[in-house]
């Protein structure tokens, strides 16, 4: 896409997008000087259309190849966009890989994508058939060995409520003299389920919901939980790893095409 | 892939096997020189592993990118062939775009895939959601003006039965001299039907199946349908049109990504 023709900020009011995408063909989510992001793409389709450059916040940072079905994003339009024509023309220059599902105007002036999320929901599909499925390759993790579902879901135990979650967590960058940031996070749920349908045989979903989530922490926990199910490690394991913030024993991370950023949660107005 | 070392014919045994891929990075089913197909990577990976060229058959010769979940294909292996070996290393070779789903041994010497096929059985989804869908868009056709669902299964109700299906036929080439073939088929079902959920609202199915289809039969009866959905056409005319021979009027064909050849049934043994 063409760069957009950036004018000067006008004044605004505070709107929200629900945003999916296929993270198959982009650099990540958050923009990034010279490579395709999600959000280089929709910040550039949003000043297209608007006519200003729109700064815009997004819930979460995906990772390269990490998809979402409901990422949300918030910054401040024009008074007076027409919101319905604003998501049509968005989706006709953004369509199929990035769909803006929702557009509405926030309910606070101080909405912000990011800070006002009270919690996140991931998925993490893992196709478990013996053979490879050419409709899932883009979208689940190909496990071909048998996995034992009871085992991952007693394994998902420890990881239910307030914890450090070092373990699962690519350790932040840190200026000298600056205070490490915290890695604690409040896991809500936390369950793996077979989803499988005649088309999609073996397939398994994982649901973690979180107030939070730090840097690559589902992908761990899902790598961690395969060699669960493979019975490489026990599910009483888990809880010795999260404890001890054993990073090496968690090291194993899942590959990004089988997460999706699946909901966002926000305070009632 | 590289090109197989072809060798001599051997002593064979009849065998099936259980095909499905994602079409949307071949020039069709059927080997053609030049371009890859899916039968040319398939005959090609068969003759690496059992190092003789192996000639097959397949049981429909699917378009440019059409997919398939139940292709057949047959033909004489060396007797001796470990079949589970076979798969799995055909599954390495070839996946995850081409899956191979099952192989076996035939129960006649003279099966084969296309012509002892008694019925085959066609899906085709339509993505009937106004925005855009990241995550069907490489298997649902993308129609976001709404249908309307009892109109085209209204609609389908005149192609049960055995009929010309010249309407909906790509007329084959006939050399002078020639009779042009029968367009006569055996339509046995033919219905729509919702199959949505929480990340494809809106996702319509339509299935069909028929003792044999002729060429773009199916994406031609789709196109029409849809109209239909539209209100661009009636129910009651897809009678008309089909009685008529009439081409014309059914030669909106829909997309070929849409379409998954899904089934082949055989008599039993």
Chains 1, 2 share one sequence.
């Not at 923009?31 to 006519?51: I, S």
């Not at 979180?210 to 899902?222: E, G, I, K, T």
């Amino acid at each position: 896409m063409a760069e957009p023709t950036a004018g000067p900020s006008v004044a605004g009011r505070r709107a929200r997008m629900t945003v999916a995408y296929d993270g198959g063909g982009y650099h990540g989510f958050a923009e990034n000087a010279g490579v395709r992001t999600v959000m280089g793409e929709l910040r550039a389709a949003v000043a297209r259309v608007v006519r200003v450059d729109v700064p815009l916040t997004g819930a979460g940072r995906t990772d390269a190849g990490v998809h979402a079905w409901g990422q949300v994003v918030s910054g401040d339009l024009p008074v007076g966009t027409d919101l319905a024509d604003l998501r049509h023309r968005l989706n006709r220059l953004l369509g199929p890989e990035i769909s803006i599902r929702a557009v509405e105007w926030a309910d606070r002036a101080d909405f912000d994508a990011r800070f006002s999320a009270s919690w996140r929901q991931y998925r993490y599909h893992v196709d478990n058939h013996p053979d490879p499925n050419p409709f899932t390759r883009t979208t689940a993790w190909h496990v071909s060995a048998p996995l034992a579902l009871w085992a991952m879901n007693a394994g998902c135990d420890a990881l239910i409520g307030e914890h450090d979650f070092a373990a699962f967590c690519r350790r932040p960058k840190v200026a000298p003299g600056d205070q490490a940031p915290s890695l604690r996070r409040h896991v809500q749920r936390a369950r793996w389920l077979a989803v499988d349908d005649e088309q999609r045989p073996g397939l398994l979903r994982f649901e973690i919901r979180a107030n939070a989530f730090c840097h690559q922490m589902v992908r761990s926990v899902v790598g961690l939980l395969v060699r669960v199910g493979l019975g490489a490690v026990t599910p009483g394991e888990v809880r010795s790893i999260l404890l001890a913030g054993d990073r090496a024993a968690a090291s194993q991370i899942a590959p990004p095409h089988g997460l999706v950023l699946w909901e966002v949660g926000y305070p009632p107005s």
